[in-house]
Every structure is written in structure tokens, then in C-alpha cells.
């Protein structure tokens, strides 16, 4: 018998993280009236990653609800096929994993329409340190970089 509803349960936060949500639901600039922030995994996941530097979290937080609010991101679901939302994901995740080589490795595609290519690369040195192959490409129409990673 398949149920008929589905329950959510909210998750055990721990105190440390209902300081951040609290810090950072307090921050004078930061304000939504989407609803996207009474999620707290939308909050906490920008404490986490700033390591609960809840002044720098809560500044990008709400540089990520302005470009929510240009990109009209809370309509997506709006959308269909034909308002071309796979081109548009395109300029702004310009990642594509292409498959496996005959070597197992795991071949990725970036194009370098918004990234800067020594960023990547240095982020790249640090990548989990596992083996990999990088290949930096130029055409007329684009820069790119191809990553063969195990």
C-alpha cells in the first residue's frame, strides 16, 4: 500500500547552528519575502561554508537572494522546454560531465564563460589530491578546459 501523504521531519540542529540561524536571521539586511529562507538548511548552508563567520554568511547570503531575484529564480517552476531554461542554466553552471574515458577516468567540461581559468586551476591543485589530466583549449568562440579525473 503506498501512502498518501508524505511527511517532512525538520532535522536536529544543533545549538551552534540555531546561534548562526539566529545571528543571521537577525542581520538588519537581510530580508526575503520569497519564503526561501524559512528553509534553515538555505542559512545554515552558508554558515557551514563560511565556517560561522555569520557577518560574511549573511553578506553573501543576501548577494545570492539578489541574484535569485534577478534571475527569477522563485518563477522556475513556471517554466517549460520551450522557455529555453537549459540554455540559460548553461551561462551560469557552465560544467558538463561528459562521461568515462577508456581509463576510467571521469571526464569534465568547463567552459570559461564566468570563471577566470587560474582560478579554477588553483582550485583544481587542491582537488583531493587524486590523479588527474587537464587540457586548457582556445577556439575563436571559446576558452575552455577539459579535466580527465579518476
Not at 536536529?12 to 540561524?21: A, G, K, V
Not at 571526464?107 to 583544481?124: D, E, G, N
Amino acid at each position: 500500500m503506498l501512502p498518501t501523504s508524505v511527511h517532512y521531519v525538520e532535522p536536529m540542529l544543533t545549538p551552534q547552528e540555531l546561534e548562526w540561524l539566529h545571528q543571521i536571521r537577525r542581520h538588519a539586511n537581510v530580508q526575503d519575502h520569497s519564503g526561501y529562507s524559512l528553509n534553515p538548511f538555505n542559512l545554515l548552508r552558508w554558515a557551514h561554508a563560511y565556517e560561522g563567520d555569520t557577518i560574511t554568511s549573511a553578506k553573501k547570503y543576501r548577494r545570492h537572494l539578489k541574484i535569485r531575484k534577478i534571475l527569477e529564480l522563485d518563477k522556475i517552476h513556471n517554466l517549460g522546454d520551450a522557455d529555453g531554461l537549459d540554455e540559460a542554466a548553461d551561462d551560469y553552471a557552465p560544467v558538463e560531465i561528459l562521461g568515462q574515458s577508456l581509463i576510467r577516468f571521469t571526464i569534465w567540461a568547463m567552459r570559461m564563460v564566468w570563471m577566470k581559468l587560474l582560478t579554477i586551476m588553483l582550485q583544481l591543485k587542491f582537488w583531493d589530491k587524486q590523479p588527474m589530466m587537464i587540457i586548457v583549449f582556445y577556439s575563436s568562440k571559446d576558452l575552455g578546459i577539459l579535466i580527465f579525473k579518476q
